[in-house]
């Protein structure tokens, strides 16, 4: 893709665009990736093309304001049913467009097309679209972007140039081709071939060095950096060579700035930071590197990704673009591939910037409590078949001992029409139904239960969860992703959560708000939120395998007493199963 090109929300009195993205195959790569158009909307007359862009991958940046509208329609044309996830947008009312396949809605058919249709309330950042049905995000992705409202600024200096740096995986074989042969054997799936960066694998990948990404930036300048992390299964660090990166937002929420070299990001994840480039021209390129942070016992794509940092030549000095491959090439150093040490020193430091503009409305109390196991387990292998799991088994995961069960319709449906027997039923556990040494010993009985069941929850309750790592397959840590909410971290640690002396400790001052969690290896986090936003909330593993394999619950909070408390009605076009 050219980051050139890009929706950018042409100016409007309503402050409502309209986005249409064309979902189709490519033969030469198979990839999935987005036509797309941009009509300004006018209830007057019959939307009217603003911009056009290309097949993209990955897919085009929609840059909007706080408090825009967007009805963004997403035609299917490929062989797959699609449905697309506004990853972070907080969805007030309108979970009819969050995305995730069976939960808010049924996938999109092919040949069919929806239309999302949402308005961005108080969020302002970098936040990210994607695929949510199977494992299709691994080719469509892209960057959403909202920018200040307008007259509003950034709580840090305006940069020079923003620009989105956005990581994912690449995969040879069929996506869909390699976790349905999993699933059936009930082994791990083939790892990626390569991580990219914008797209591209970069110059430390057998014959890809044409296929690298070059950020070209001036000296003295200061740059924003747009990080979003769109891997399918892994976390990732990532450093400039020779330059320190100040982190200054994580998922769409300011912090409090500090100065790295490397930082850690998760799948979901998205972090801002500002380059501060060198003062003068510095004779010399920069490799940006990135590769994984890896905990879990199973295989990893080892690989580095590369793009290259490379500075504008005076325009009165010797230097010129035909020399740049002349010039001395400098490589990052990037921490060992299990330093759970910088893991979690790195996320110590991330603090919500709490002033009276952005405050960190972190909920003092608690109405209702959780204890959330999460990690791998088995379940038996049928009577005619061998399978590929521990010890004959088949791999799964859980919360709470219960792998999720996905439905055949929508759960926010089902909800909705109050049509619900059948679909769901609203006892999932608040605790494990077995205590036992969650990051010691394993149990001998490794199984897991299956169901489709939801927490329910009354409008407005304030909530705190405790997110257990368990070793039954060996610790591992797990980005927990929530749709419909950002919640306050406002504690983690490892070993067991002690319920007598850890809650003594918990940051409720100006903890990090975010949406998408790690919970250490073999450790825990605690989180707060306050369930303001009626309809049915997914949460799940962002490593897509573990959500595959079952590491995914739901919320339902049921509406409030006041008009503005209450779920809308679903749209004339929602998808049917």
């Not at 990581?167 to 991580?195: C, H, K, M, R």
């Not at 001395?328 to 591939?337: A, R, S």
């Not at 199984?447 to 069941?453: A, M, P, R, S």
């Not at 962002?542 to 006041?562: F, P, Q």
């Amino acid at each position: 893709m050219s980051w050139r090109e890009e929706y950018k929300m042409p100016a409007s009195p309503e402050n409502i665009y309209g986005i249409q993205l064309l979902v189709w195959w490519t033969r030469r790569d198979q990839a999935l990736q987005v036509q797309c158009s941009v009509a300004k909307c006018d209830a007057s007359v019959p939307h009217q093309k603003y911009g056009h862009c290309k097949w993209k991958f990955p897919g085009p940046r929609v840059i909007a304001r706080e408090g825009d509208r967007l009805l963004i329609e997403v035609v299917n044309r490929v062989p797959n049913n699609i449905s697309i996830h506004w990853h972070g947008v907080r969805q007030l009312r309108s979970g009819w467009a969050d995305g995730p396949a069976y939960v808010t809605q049924c996938p999109i058919q092919t040949g069919q097309s929806y239309e999302y249709n949402y308005t961005i309330v108080g969020q302002r950042g970098t936040l990210w679209w994607h695929a949510h049905i199977s494992w299709l995000r691994s080719t469509l992705y892209g960057p959403l972007i909202i920018l200040p409202k307008h007259n509003a600024s950034y709580p840090f200096a305006k940069p020079h140039k923003e620009i989105p740096i956005i990581f994912g995986e690449w995969f040879n074989s069929d996506t869909e081709a390699i976790i349905s042969q999993a699933l059936q054997t009930g082994g791990g799936p083939n790892v990626s071939d390569a991580y990219t960066i914008n797209g591209l694998p970069g110059p430390l990948y057998n014959c890809s060095a044409k296929d690298t990404y070059r950020l070209k930036v001036k000296p003295g300048k200061t740059y924003l950096l747009r990080l979003i992390n769109a891997a399918l299964n892994d976390e990732l660090f990532f450093s400039i060579a020779n330059h320190t990166l100040t982190v200054v937002e994580a998922d769409a929420v300011y912090l409090k700035p500090f100065e790295t070299e490397t930082l850690l990001i998760a799948p979901g994840q998205t972090t801002n930071v500002l380059l501060k480039t060198k003062p003068h021209y510095p004779k010399a390129t920069f490799l940006m590197t990135a590769r994984p942070y890896v905990t879990g016992l199973g295989t990893f794509d080892n690989s580095t990704v590369a793009s290259i940092l490379e500075y504008e030549p005076p325009l009165n000095g010797p230097h010129q673009s035909s020399s740049i491959k002349q010039l001395p090439l400098f490589k990052p150093t990037l921490p060992p591939l299990n330093d759970t040490a910088f893991a979690t020193n790195f996320t110590n430091k991330l603090r919500s910037l709490a002033i009276g503009q952005f405050p960190a409305n972190v909920p003092q109390k608690v109405d209702r409590r959780f204890f959330f196991t999460v990690g791998l387990g088995t379940t038996p292998c049928q009577s005619n078949q061998t399978c590929q799991g521990p010890n004959g088994t088949m791999f799964a995961a859980a919360v709470n001992n219960v792998s999720l069960a996905m439905p055949t319709t929508a759960l926010l449906q089902a909800h909705f029409t109050g049509r619900s027997n059948r679909v769901y039923s609203p006892d999932f556990p608040s605790y494990p139904k077995s205590i036992f040494n969650f990051t010691g010993t394993p149990p001998n009985n490794t199984n897991v239960g299956n169901g489709t069941k939801l927490v329910v929850l009354p409008f407005n309750t304030s909530v705190e969860v405790i997110m257990q790592d368990t070793s039954i397959l060996g610790a591992e840590s797990h980005p927990l992703h929530l749709h419909g909410f950002n919640f306050f971290v406002v504690g983690q640690g490892f070993g067991n959560f002690d319920p007598n002396k850890d809650p003594a400790k918990f940051n409720l001052a100006d903890p990090v708000e975010r949406n998408t969690v790690g919970v250490p290896s073999g450790g825990w986090v605690a989180i707060r939120f306050l369930a303001d936003n009626p309809g049915v909330w997914f949460m799940h593993c962002h490593l897509e395998v573990h959500t595959s394999w079952g590491l995914k619950m739901a919320w339902l909070v049921l509406d409030g007493k006041l008009p503005n408390q209450k779920l809308l009605p679903p749209p004339a076009d929602l998808p049917k199963c």
